[in-house]
């Protein structure tokens, strides 16, 4: 059964070993922030770092885990429509609004969002890293090192599928900030099996 999460929110739910994550963007170019935290210790979470470090490349897609900051694998991403997501950028914030938009009264966004919907599990805000952000489309200027948030490249029905690798308290939002969805803000999707 497919769940909605609501433009501009998060949720967090546990997903067993073995289970597959499935995330969809039923109508195109919208963001899926995603953490992951061993749910026997939530002191191991997901890790960009580390992930980028063995993949040795900046872009993750098929074949690829994503590592804790132990160096244990959490999640196999095992299907992807898309083929491009990015592991470089936090997740979006009252501050990201405040210093990139300029916002007087700022959105709470991913950052707040992941919050709230942790808490339960005992994550505090000092504990959410850098996210795995579905469908998020980010450019690199090799010559100046600049970064640039383009439209995401995913369509309507378009998917990412992962399968976890231990125990998990998994948190997901529908991306709060416009220039990550191309000026607009539409649900996520999600599906767990196994």
Sequence with gaps: MRHEIARRSGVGFELREGQTLTVYDPRGEQVADLLAYNRADIREVISSGRTLDYASKLFIGVGDPLYSNRSNVMLDIVSDSVGRH????????????????????????????????????????DMIPTAFNCFMNV????????????????????????????????????????????GSFKPIEYEISG
Excluded at 101 to 123: I, Q
Excluded at 152 to 173: C, E, N, Q, W, Y
């Design 139 to 182: 450019s690199v200027d090799f010559e100046t090192g600049a970064l640039s948030v383009d439209p995401p490249r995913s369509k309507a029905g378009d998917h990412i599928a992962f399968v976890a690798r231990m125990d998990l308290i998994i948190g997901l939002t529908a991306c709060s900030a416009l220039q990550s969805n191309n």
């Design 86 to 125: 990015d592991f470089l950028l936090t997740p979006c914030s009252k501050d990201t609004f405040r210093i990139i938009y300029g916002d007087d009264a700022p959105h709470h966004g991913c950052f707040g969002n992941l919050e709230r919907a942790l808490a339960p599990w005992g994550v505090e805000p």
